[in-house]
């Protein structure tokens, strides 16, 4: 038992695990981002798996045609927007409920993007290059974790921050959350609250297209149906997790890419450990943390914008 902690010890602190569990954790990072701002306004949307396996299958489509990872990109993020946009209209121009519109993306999502990705299944492509600074690269154990990583990994960290300041410090990022906490007394004040929705909302399905391209860009250098792998569910619930706050929308991220990708290589290492236990071990470290924040006085609860998946409609 003590030989295998120590095993296990090593792996976690070694620099390829960092390097690994940074980038499984990224997809998660960027799609939980933009579903955070979404929310944040007071719209739930369930669809980030199927916006995500859209943005994955233009993303590749767009990149073996042009053979730039850039445009393969720009084609996830416009996407992951456009699928954001027929959302947007079921639920804040029809009302619809938001939870069987997102239930229906995220179906709707899936089925397309086997159509479009399936003249791709078998193709490769190079993956995005990684920084490559002649001596800060070459650093002892820091230098490929904080300099050698792919623009993706770096987009997914400003993103983060230029979110908290705009949650924060603007007072735009002050109207957003007026938005989510109170939409009647929002737009009793002036505001418009189905724009402002509206847009959380095409942002939020901009990230998730990002993030579903960096799959197949970054990721793996090819494309497969289905390869989100429910990667747009666990974003959905790391908001929650992280209490509707970017900073801990960091931790949860990169503590559940870590947990997942050590049931992996715990499982390669033959220590003798029950790969049931070892699979169930990312969804144990979710309950665990919701537990302990909940039991914080409700805390968890009081953070979710009092709004949120309730439909507005101005003349009520």
Not at 134 to 163: H, N, R
Not at 277 to 294: E, F, N, R
Request: hydrophobic content about 55%; proline content about 4%.
């Amino acid at each position: 038992m003590v030989e295998s902690l120590i095993e296990i010890g090593k792996l976690i602190f070694s620099v390829s695990f960092i390097l690994t569990v940074i980038t499984a954790s990224t997809p998660l990072l960027i799609a939980g981002a933009g579903e955070l701002v979404a929310e944040r306004s007071g719209v739930l949307n369930l669809g980030v798996e199927g916006m995500m396996i859209m943005g994955a299958a233009c993303g590749f489509a767009g990149a073996y045609t042009s053979g730039s990872i850039v445009i393969g990109a720009v084609c996830g993020v416009l996407a992951g927007a456009a699928c954001s946009a027929i959302f947007a209209a079921l639920t804040l121009g029809l009302a619809v409920n938001q939870v069987a519109a997102g239930l229906a993306l995220t179906i709707f999502g899936t089925g397309l993007s086997g159509l479009i990705g399936r003249g791709f299944v078998g193709a490769r492509i190079s993956p995005a290059p990684k920084l490559d600074l002649p001596v800060l690269t070459g650093l002892p154990g820091i230098g490929q974790i904080f300099f050698g990583q792919d623009a993706f990994v770096y987009a997914s960290i400003a993103l983060i921050v230029g979110i908290w300041y705009f949650l924060y410090r603007t007072r735009a990022g002050l109207v957003l959350r007026a938005v989510g906490d109170n939409h009647a007394s929002a737009y009793a004040l002036g505001y418009r609250v189905l724009r402002i929705r509206l847009l959380a909302v095409l942002f939020g399905g901009a990230c998730a297209g990002l993030a579903g391209a960096f799959l197949p860009l970054a990721y793996t250098p090819f494309f497969i149906p289905g390869m989100t792998a429910g990667r747009g569910w666990i974003a959905v619930a790391l908001v929650v997790f992280a209490s509707w706050k970017p900073g801990r929308l960091v931790g949860g991220a990169y503590l559940f890419g870590a947990v997942t990708f050590l049931q992996l290589s715990v499982q390669a290492l033959g220590l003798g450990i029950p790969p049931q236990l070892m699979s169930s071990l990312p969804y144990l470290a979710t309950i665990a943390v919701l537990v302990l924040i909940s039991s914080k006085r409700g805390t968890a609860g009081l953070a979710a914008p009092a709004s949120l998946g309730l439909v507005f409609v101005p003349d009520r």
